[in-house]
């Protein structure tokens, strides 16, 4: 894992949300389809990591998982940001105005966040194939993902760390957290094909977009390293078939965005 | 005289009377260390606290833009939490310990967290209001005579400062909204005026502490000063919102040169004191429970360490979380 740290990271050099709507860059239809997952997966588990704060098990932790669910904040607003550029929409217009049928997050990240095992098992998944996701992407021929993605894979990279570092204390620490870590992978897995699910959108791209298939080896490869070394496997249990990319989500969807839109759908028009 | 040759008392006595800081190596009055780690942990569990009635609205908030803010205001104060707690631990006193007498509801925190975040806009009133108050409690601790403690409130203080900015910013954009928003913004102002008024603490001829909190040089201000100069402060902003404080008696008197206010419920402080405010259950509640249920996962990041010491079963340290 490399040393650089998302801490490194200064606004100077960043690309900001604001920055893409500024630029006035349009996305084609389907660059702005293939960016709205992108930001759906981010926002959504900023959305559930969000909950944790102030309730973490260590106020150590309340700080990482907050950290780790701005920088996903962050990737939601540039990527909706540019998504809503195809349309005329603003990043907000797709938070707060779309329905459960339109988003396209994949059914790992809506997942609830259980106990601390749990959201670590989802964690290590997201944060390893985000990893390989934006690490591909930075070289995408649409400079703006590409923008995008060059920012997030080094935040991602931390997130990488925190969750493997987790799965080694858990894996290896007490019998309890053993137990608990081993059936937070069980619960996690189901939900990890998806992520590498292709598509016609995502082969249509070319080399705009990744191909999820592609990222699947490396993904296999450091979490066979991490499991290994916490004394885990990958656990035997079947894969759910997913759905978010073409909008059919899973029971847990709904309710996180009732709760998210609430206000904004209270007040319509409004500004904040 | 040096250093060596004073004793105790007589080289703490030089440096209050020289306005220099304490530092934790420098002998001092076990009733100085007393009032610093009351005071200290009193500070660090208002923060922790205070996560609460904020974290409430994270996954409500209205725009990915402010729930970006919220979010990092919120672990902000979990930062201040850990640099006063750590403050303390130069005092001797653990924070395991500090932690339990918190959850064991033996310590205080300020009791303005005992209120409900009710709306959207209370997160522009608290950021505004009880923020603000804060920071006139708080700059003055900047030079407070202990060394850490001064030296944290340094940091913590910037911090503040950017909040009440957003705070008020919130508030702003409201009264500067549909009906509907600034009703919500003057609403929010009516309910944390008084409370945020009286976290500076009881009128001065009731607050016995005070005294020799100055002498020591960890207070600078009385309670009814900093009061005054907050009241002076909001009543200038309130009209660049556009809005009005719930309180009709507020003029600058030119006399005492202090601003005066309406009279404040103090029955109601001492009840919120004594816990029965409208959310003390379940603000202890809440933390007790995050630390309980979050035991298992305390105990495991200390068994690993003790096992990657390669001598299982000792030199555990509890605060190992594995977080980089």
């Known amino acids: 894992m490399s040393s650089d740290s998302a801490t490194r990271i200064t606004p100077g050099n960043a690309l900001r949300p604001e920055d893409i709507a500024a630029a006035g860059t349009r996305a084609d239809r389907d660059t702005a389809a293939y960016a709205l997952r992108l930001g759906d997966d981010a926002l959504v ?6 909950w944790w704060i102030s309730r973490a098990p260590e106020l150590e932790e309340d700080v990482a998982l907050g950290n780790i669910a701005l920088d996903l904040i962050g990737h939601a607003r540039s990527f909706l940001s540019y998504a809503g550029s195809a349309d005329g929409r603003t990043e907000d217009d797709l938070a707060y105005w779309r329905n459960e049928t339109e988003f396209r ?4 990240v809506e997942q609830p966040n259980g106990d601390f095992a749990r959201t670590i098992a989802r964690q290590l998944v997201v944060s390893f194939y985000q990893f390989e996701l934006y690490g591909s992407l930075q070289h995408s021929a649409d400079p703006t993902l590409a923008a995008i993605a060059a920012k997030a894979v080094k935040e991602v990279d931390y997130h990488r760390d925190h969750s493997a570092q987790w799965v080694l204390r858990l894996g290896l620490g007490t019998a309890e957290s053993r137990g608990r870590m ?3 992978l069980e619960l996690t897995w189901p939900y990890v094909g998806e992520l590498f699910d292709d598509d016609e959108l995502a082969a249509s791209l070319g080399d705009r977009a990744v191909l999820p298939s592609s990222l699947k080896p490396a993904f296999d490869r450091g979490i066979a390293a991490v499991l290994r070394q916490a004394e885990l496997e990958v656990p035997a249990v079947p894969s759910a078939p997913g759905g978010g990319r073409r909008g059919q989500h899973s029971e847990h969807l709904g309710y996180l ?13 409004a500004a904040w | 005289m040096s250093g060596e040759t004073m004793s105790g008392q007589e080289h703490f006595d030089a440096l209050i009377a020289a306005d220099a800081r304490v530092e934790p190596r420098d002998w001092m009055p076990e009733g100085y260390r007393k009032t610093l780690v009351r005071q ?14 904020e974290a409430n609205w994270i996954t409500r908030a209205p725009s990915l833009k402010r729930k970006a803010i919220l979010m990092a205001k919120v672990q902000d104060e979990a930062g201040h939490g850990l640099y006063l707690y750590s403050a303390a631990e130069t005092l001797g006193t653990p924070r395991d310990q500090m932690t339990a007498d918190l959850i064991a509801g033996k310590a205080r925190y300020s009791s ?6 009710l709306t959207w806009a209370d997160m522009g009133a608290i950021g505004w209001l009880v923020d603000g108050a804060a920071i006139c409690n708080q700059v003055p601790l900047c030079r407070a005579s202990y060394g850490p403690y001064g030296r944290a409130m340094v940091r913590i203080c910037k911090e503040e400062s950017f909040h009440q900015r957003q705070g008020f910013e919130i508030l702003l954009e409201l009264a500067n909204g549909t009906a509907a928003q600034r009703d919500m913004a003057q609403d929010a102002i009516n309910r944390w005026y008084a409370p945020s008024l009286m976290m500076f603490g009881p009128p001065d001829e009731d607050s016995p502490n005070s005294r020799q909190s100055m002498a020591w040089n960890i207070k600078r201000f009385s309670n009814d000063e900093l009061r005054s100069r907050f009241v002076g402060m909001i009543v200038e902003q309130v009209k660049v919102l556009g809005l009005t404080l719930p309180d009709t008696d507020i003029r600058y008197n030119e006399e005492t040169e202090r601003w005066e206010h309406g009279p404040l419920d103090w029955k109601e402080f001492s009840e919120v004191l004594a816990g029965r405010g409208p959310c003390n259950s379940q603000r202890l509640a809440r933390r007790r429970e995050a630390h309980e249920d979050g035991a298992w996962v305390r105990e495991a990041a200390a068994a690993y360490a003790a096992r990657q010491a390669g001598s299982v079963g000792a030199g555990a340290v509890s605060n190992e979380t594995g977080a980089a």
């Open chain 1, 182 to 184: 081993i059936r937070a």
């Open chain 1, 105 to 108: 997050s994949a059914h790992l």
């Open chain 2, 112 to 117: 303005i967290f005992n209120y409900p975040t």
């Open chain 2, 40 to 53: 200290i942990s009193q500070h660090a569990h208002s923060e922790i606290i205070g996560m609460q009635p």
């Open chain 1, 257 to 269: 965005l009732a709760e998210m839109q609430v206000l904004a759908r209270d007040h319509p028009g």
């Open chain 1, 45 to 50: 588990l900023a959305q559930r990591l969000g």
